[in-house]
C-alpha cells in the first residue's frame, strides 16, 4: 500500500491531538447544522482526492461536530469514554478487517471471542456453559436472546418456530415491567410477538397462572434514568414456577456483578435464560459492542445459525467457533478484538474499581447537588445514575439548557412519572471528584442564572 505508512502515521497523529484536547475542549461542540452541511456537503469529486487530504478534511470538517464523550465530563445518557487499550485494539480491529463470521475467515478472531466469552461468564458469575454473542449493541442483543427464547418455549410445546414460524403456533406472552427499556418493545416488533403486556413485578405471578402456555419474562438489572434494579431473585422464581423464560436487560446495570459491594443489586442473576449488556458503556470500549449470553447454548445457536455448501462451517470435527452461528449477522466485525483489550488491561481489580468509582461519584454529585436550592432528587442513587429536577418544569428545563450551552459538562433530560428532569449517568472511566466538582459548579451557576421562580 503505497503510502500507507505515512497516512496512518499522521492519522494517529490527529488522533492523539484529539484525545490530548479532550481536557478543555468544549463538550457539545458550538456549531449548527447548517455550518456543517456547508463544509462537509457539496457534489461528490469526480476525480480521486489523496487519501491525506480525504483524511485531512474529515479531521478538520467532522471534527467541528464532534462530541467530547470521552472525557470525564460527559454524562449524557449513558455513554461510556473509550479505555486507551480498546480504542487501539479497535484501530487493530479496523486494520486487520478480519470477517468475524467464520473460523475460516480469521482464526483469531474466533478465538478471541471464545476467550472473551470464559473471563465475561466468569466475572458475571453466570452459568459456566453459557454461550455468547457479540453485537452491535444491547438492541441486537435483545433481538437474539429474545429469538432464543422464542425458539425454546415454542419448542417445549412441541411447536418448530425455525420450520414453521408464528403463524398458527400456540401464542407466546411476553411480560415487561412498566419502566422497561424501548428496545425490549422494538426486539419483540422485530421478532412478531408483538406488543407485550406491562405488569409490575408483584402482579406478574397471577398474570403467568392467568393463562397456560409459552412465556417470556423480561427483568432489567439497571434502568436507564435511575440505575434501579427487578428483583431477579424473587423473578426467577416466579418465571421458574410457570415454566416461563428470563431475559435479563442489564445493558449497563449487569456490571453491577463483579463489585461485592454492589453485587447484592443482581442477585439471582445467574438464574435468568438470557442476559444482554453492553460493552459501549460501562465498559468502555468504543462503538459499537453489545453482548448477548444464554444459559441455553443449543437454543441460542438454533435461534441464529445458517449453513451454506460454500460456507466451510467447522461441523465439529475441531470444534472452533464460527461466529455467525450465535449473532443475527453474516458478514461482521472482529468486535471482541476491542472488548478482550478493555477487560486485560483492566483486570478484575481494574473493572471493579471502575465500576464502584463510577457509583461512589454519582453517590458524590447527588449529596452535593441535592444541597443547591430548589433542587429535589427523584430518586435515591442505586448505581451510577442520578435522577434530579428543579422547582418545575420550566426552571428544569431552562437551567439544563444553560448547562448544556456552556460546554463545560454535558447531560441530558428525560421525563419521570410526567414531569421534566435531569440524569446524570457516570460510566467514564475517567470521571474524578474534580469533573464532578465542576458539574456542580455548572449546574449552581446556570441554577443562579435563570429565571427565579
Ligand atoms: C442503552 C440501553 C439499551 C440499548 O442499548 P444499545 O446498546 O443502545 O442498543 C437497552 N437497555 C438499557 C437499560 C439501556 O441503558
Not at 503505497?2 to 484525545?19: F, K, M, Q, S
Not at 475542549?25 to 452541511?37: A, C, G, K, N, S
Not at 427523584?378 to 428543579?390: C, I, P
Not at 464532578?436 to 449552581?444: H, Q
Request: proline letters at 5%; hydrophobic letters at 45%; aromatic letters at 6%.
Amino acid at each position: 500500500m503505497e503510502g500507507a505508512r505515512e497516512l496512518l502515521e499522521r492519522t494517529a497523529g490527529i488522533a492523539a491531538d484529539y484525545v490530548e484536547s479532550l481536557g478543555d475542549r468544549r463538550v457539545f461542540p458550538d456549531v449548527t447544522p447548517e455550518e456543517l452541511r456547508k463544509v462537509l456537503g457539496g457534489p461528490l469529486p469526480e476525480e480521486p482526492i489523496d487519501a491525506r487530504e480525504v483524511v485531512e478534511h474529515l479531521a478538520e470538517a467532522a471534527g467541528r461536530g464532534v462530541v467530547a464523550t470521552g472525557t470525564g465530563r460527559y454524562f449524557g445518557f449513558v455513554i461510556g469514554g473509550v479505555l486507551p487499550a480498546a480504542l487501539a485494539a479497535d484501530w487493530l480491529t479496523s486494520t486487520w478487517d478480519q470477517n468475524a463470521g467464520l473460523y475460516a475467515a480469521g482464526p483469531s478472531a474466533s478465538v478471541v471471542e471464545e476467550v472473551t466469552r470464559e473471563w465475561i461468564v466468569e466475572l458475571l458469575g453466570l452459568p459456566a456453559h453459557a454461550s455468547i454473542g457479540f453485537v452491535t449493541g444491547t438492541q441486537m442483543a435483545h433481538v437474539t436472546g429474545l429469538a432464543a427464547g422464542r425458539l425454546h418455549v415454542l419448542d417445549a410445546v412441541g411447536w418448530d418456530v425455525g420450520r414453521d414460524g408464528l403463524q398458527g403456533a400456540p401464542p407466546v406472552r411476553v411480560f415487561v415491567g412498566p419502566k422497561r427499556h424501548v428496545t425490549v418493545d422494538r426486539a419483540l416488533r422485530l421478532l412478531g410477538l408483538g406488543a407485550p403486556a406491562v405488569v409490575p413485578v408483584d402482579g406478574l405471578r397471577d398474570a403467568l397462572a392467568a393463562h397456560d402456555g409459552p412465556a417470556i419474562v423480561c427483568a432489567q438489572a439497571g434502568e436507564v434514568n435511575t440505575g434501579a434494579f427487578d428483583p431477579l431473585d424473587e423473578l426467577a422464581d416466579v418465571a421458574g414456577e410457570a415454566g416461563a423464560w428470563l431475559h435479563v436487560d442489564g445493558a449497563f446495570g449487569i456490571w453491577a456483578a463483579v463489585s461485592p459491594e454492589l453485587g447484592h443489586l443482581v442477585e439471582g442473576l445467574e438464574r435468568a435464560d438470557s442476559w444482554t449488556s453492553d460493552a459501549h458503556k460501562w465498559l468502555n470500549v468504543p462503538y459499537d459492542s453489545g453482548i448477548v449470553l444464554c444459559a441455553h447454548p443449543e437454543s441460542h445457536r438454533a435461534a441464529m445459525t445458517v449453513q451454506a455448501e460454500y460456507l466451510l462451517q467447522d461441523e465439529g470435527a475441531r470444534r472452533t467457533r464460527d461466529e455467525l452461528d450465535w449473532v443475527p449477522e453474516f458478514s461482521r466485525r472482529a468486535r471482541a478484538f476491542p472488548v478482550y483489550a478493555a477487560l486485560r488491561s483492566l483486570g478484575r481489580r481494574g473493572l471493579v474499581e471502575l465500576v464502584e468509582r463510577c457509583c461512589r461519584q454519582a453517590r458524590r454529585f447527588a449529596e452535593l447537588i441535592a444541597s443547591e436550592p430548589g433542587v429535589e432528587l427523584l430518586h435515591e442513587v442505586v448505581l451510577n445514575q442520578v435522577l434530579f429536577r428543579f422547582e418545575d418544569d420550566a426552571r428544569t428545563n431552562e437551567v439544563l439548557a444553560r448547562v448544556q450551552d456552556s460546554g463545560r459538562i454535558w447531560l441530558s433530560g428525560t421525563s419521570w412519572d410526567g414531569r421534566k428532569a435531569i440524569r446524570v449517568s457516570v460510566s467514564n472511566w475517567q470521571t474524578d471528584d474534580e469533573q464532578i466538582a465542576l458539574a456542580v459548579d455548572a449546574f449552581r451557576e446556570a441554577s443562579r442564572a435563570a429565571v427565579p421562580r
